[in-house]
Antibody
Framework: EVQLVESGGGLVQPGGSLRLSCVAS????????MSWVRQAPGKGLEWVSG???????YYAESVKGRFTISRDKSKNTLYLQMNSLRVEDTAVHYC????????????WGQGTMVTVSS | DIQMTQSPATLSASVGDRVTITCRAS??????LAWYQQKPGKAPKLLIY???SLESGVSSRFSGSASGTEFILTISSLQPDDFATYYC????????FGQGTKVEIK
């Protein structure tokens, strides 16, 4: 079955760190354009970060310098390392797949909740 | 950065109604525009890509159109399963979403 499954969310204090994982089945992560998209409670969707098949990485201004996207070919897994977390980073975080740099997201994971609170 | 302005924020409609949602891009996006449907607690689902192409498996009552930097999602005859929130997204330069339109029961 072709799917994405996220994990790693949880409760963390402001200034803390968390690493999200997204395991892919049925396709190869490194052959696609993978992204993280988040959704704060009751709010809309926000693209956070992406990694192209060639390895180039991109970030929204809101997370640049704090978050790092990466992938592990052997585990067919996408990661998001989140440092210096802020209350406003509280959101459901989804991983999503695009077929190319000019493609929509044709597959999404179920999401993992990150809560930043003291 | 490309901004996407979606309207209305909320839309009240009845089963069988024809519904339209508008999305405007702050600059040309060359029809690299998608529409998604999201239900509470679920991930978004791709409905339309490249402004007017229907994703495989999506009902033909959904359609998309474009005129310059204005894009429209039309639901020809609203069904009970269509009450949800809809988002537009540009993918010409990275990815940016509109603010969303909640379609609720009138």
């Amino acid at each position: 079955e072709v799917q994405l499954v996220e994990s790693g969310g949880g409760l963390v204090q402001p200034g803390g760190s968390l690493r999200l994982s997204c395991v892919a089945s049925g396709f190869t992560v490194s052959s696609h354009y993978m992204s993280w998209v988040r959704q704060a409670p009751g709010k809309g969707l926000e693209w956070v970060s992406g990694i192209y098949s060639g390895g180039n990485t991109y970030y929204a201004e809101s997370v640049k310098g704090r978050f790092t996207i990466s992938r592990d070919k052997s585990k067919n897994t996408l990661y998001l390392q989140m440092n210096s977390l802020r209350v406003e980073d509280t959101a459901v975080h989804y991983c999503a797949r695009a077929q190319s740099g000019v493609s929509p997201f044709d597959m999404w994971g179920q999401g993992t909740m990150v809560t930043v609170s003291s | 950065d490309i901004q996407m302005t979606q309207s209305p924020a909320t839309l009240s409609a009845s089963v069988g109604d024809r519904v339209t949602i508008t999305c405007r891009a702050s600059q040309s996006i060359n029809s690299w525009l998608a529409w998604y449907q999201q239900k509470p607690g679920k991930a978004p689902k791709l409905l339309i890509y490249q402004a007017s192409s229907l994703e495989s498996g999506v009902s033909s009552r959904f359609s998309g159109s474009a005129s310059g930097t204005e894009f429209i999602l039309t639901i020809s005859s609203l069904q009970p399963d269509d009450f949800a929130t809809y988002y537009c997204q540009q993918y010409n330069n990275y990815w940016t979403f509109g603010q969303g339109t909640k379609v609720e029961i009138k």
